[in-house]
């Protein structure tokens, strides 16, 4: 079975423009979760949808949006980018919404110039 | 919020002894411990989990146990070997707040032969 899969692996961008990452869940998870991990810490939570319906934000600015679409893949938006949004952003699903275990993909490793 | 501490931030063994990780959480609300472990350049891998209404759990040479009392929560790693060297993550979520998971800094596992 696939795992989390996540695209592109790697993305370079300058300041001030947006960027969009996309993943795609484990076959029958309905839950995707966003986590940011800078380089030497632990993945930071982002977001988490379920069934296409947001259900929990990090401590994030606005300028980071994110959406799950029918077949419960999902989009990580970031706009106006900084330096400091250089990191590796990670996907995680699980089968349902509820201190459930979760599984990750390989991430993109963003970084910003 | 809720904050996890993790200790120690190194760890370094001989292969075939045992190794201890610690975390402490400050929302006596937690009900869900993950530990996951991070290969260089890899995804967090899911290793063991364990819920608010169990003692300790265990998965061959890996055991995580549970004081709810004093809030925190160990892995322990028997027989180590070499291949046990990665970064690991202690995780806590609260079932109000879906999914999301809050991780300790990490603990970087050197496993000596």
């Known amino acids: 079975d696939a795992g989390v899969t996540q695209s592109p692996t790697h993305l370079i961008k300058t300041r001030g423009q947006q960027v969009t990452l996309r993943c795609s869940p484990i076959s029958g998870h309905k839950s995707v979760s966003w986590y940011q991990q800078v380089l030497g810490q632990g993945p930071q939570f982002i977001f988490q949808?379920?069934?296409?319906?947001?259900?929990g934000r990090g401590n994030f600015p606005d300028r980071f949006s994110a959406r799950q679409f029918p077949n419960y893949s999902s989009e990580l938006n970031v706009n106006a980018l900084l330096l400091g949004d250089s990191a590796l952003y990670l996907c995680?699903?699980?089968?349902?919404?509820?201190?459930?275990?979760?599984?990750f993909g390989d991430g993109t490793r963003l970084s910003i110039l | 919020g809720e904050n996890v501490e993790q200790h120690p931030s190194t760890l370094s063994v001989q292969e075939g002894d045992s190794a201890v990780i610690k975390c402490t959480y400050s929302d006596s609300a937690s009900n869900y411990f993950p530990w996951y472990k991070q290969e260089l350049g890899k995804r967090p891998q899911l290793i063991i989990d364990?819920?608010?209404?169990?003692g300790e759990k265990k998965d061959q040479r890996i055991a995580v146990t549970l004081n709810k009392t004093a809030k925190h929560f160990s892995l322990h790693i028997t027989e180590t070997q070499p291949e046990d060297s990665a970064v690991y993550f202690c995780a806590a979520s609260i079932s109000e707040y879906g999914n999301k998971l809050v991780f300790g800094a990490g603990t970087i596992l050197r496993v000596k032969s």
């Open positions: 995680a699903s699980s089968e349902r919404t509820v201190n459930q275990p979760q599984h």
């Open positions: 364990i819920r608010s209404n169990v």
């Open positions: 949808y379920y069934e296409k319906e947001e259900r």
